[in-house]
């Protein structure tokens, strides 16, 4: 069975940092383009970072300088340092598995974890 696990989400002050966790279950994890996306209430879901399995990283223009994505491969986990948080970063922030081979493709989703930060 397939499960990606977030966890590391919380409530924490304007400027403040988080690392978020997600482990990834019943997947061979290093073949997987991992990311990180948000959802604010009345938002839609957006791309935060991804890291993919070639080691290609990308950045929302709204996060960059300010987060980081790393992933360990030997541990099936991808982090998402957060710094200098904002409150326009409150969110449920969930974890995205992909991974394509033609002609098959496999996509999982994590079931979210809250980040609130208060002004």
């Known amino acids: 069975q397939v499960q990606l696990v977030e966890s590391g989400g919380g409530l924490v002050q304007f400027g403040g940092s988080l690392r978020l966790s997600c482990v990834g279950f019943g997947i061979t994890f290093s073949l997987y383009n991992m990311g990180w996306y948000r959802q604010a209430p009345g938002k839609q879901r957006e791309l935060v970072a991804t890291s993919s399995r070639s080691g290609t990283i990308n950045y929302a223009d709204s996060v960059k300088g300010r987060f980081t994505i790393s992933r360990d491969n030997a541990r099936n986990t991808v982090y998402l340092q957060m710094n200098s948080l904002k409150p326009e970063d409150t969110a449920v922030y969930y974890c995205?598995?992909?991974?394509?081979?033609?002609?098959?493709?496999?996509?999982?989703w994590g079931q979210g974890t809250q980040v609130t930060v208060s002004s």
């Open positions: 995205k598995g992909s991974f394509w081979l033609t002609p098959e493709s496999y996509t999982y």
